[in-house]
Nanobody, 126 residues
Framework: VQLQASGGGMVQAGGSLRLSCARS????????VAWFRQAPGKEREFVGR???????????YYADSVKGRFTISTDSTKNAVYLQMNSLKPEDTAVYYC?????????????????WGKGTQVTVSS
């Protein structure tokens, strides 16, 4: 599975950005796609995840720090996963990564995901 995150940029506090994660390769079957972020000098932090399998689509799950402001969704093919970020705060500034695993998982640790894309920078100014 190959992943490519895009859509980062610079925005003022209170603004919005939508990140995209394009999936390619072995994208069929059960899957979990997660978003993580890493600010300078800090550990990589779980943002949220969404999962699906042949039984259906799971509900997205979010870290408390972004709940109510960020939304994860997919396109109809599930080859694109989006992270809509609203009401952005300076503390949301980080490099954002999408990660995936070819199974349904509730993992919130980076070690729980086998596939990673290159990050995209999000900078929120006050």
């Amino acid at each position: 599975v190959q992943l490519q995150a895009s859509g980062g940029g610079m925005v003022q506090a209170g603004g919005s950005l939508r990140l995209s994660c394009a999936r390619s390769g072995r994208t069929g079957g059960s899957h979990t796609v997660a978003w993580f972020r890493q600010a300078p000098g800090k550990e990589r932090e779980f943002v949220g995840r969404i999962a699906w399998s042949s039984w259906g689509d799971g509900t997205a799950y979010y870290a408390d720090s972004v709940k109510g402001r960020f939304t994860i969704s997919t396109d109809s093919t599930k080859n694109a996963v989006y992270l809509q970020m609203n009401s952005l705060k300076p503390e949301d500034t980080a490099v954002y990564y999408c990660a995936a695993d070819r199974r349904v998982t509730v993992a919130t640790a980076a070690s729980g995901y086998r596939y990673w894309g290159k990050g995209t920078q999000v900078t929120v100014s006050s």
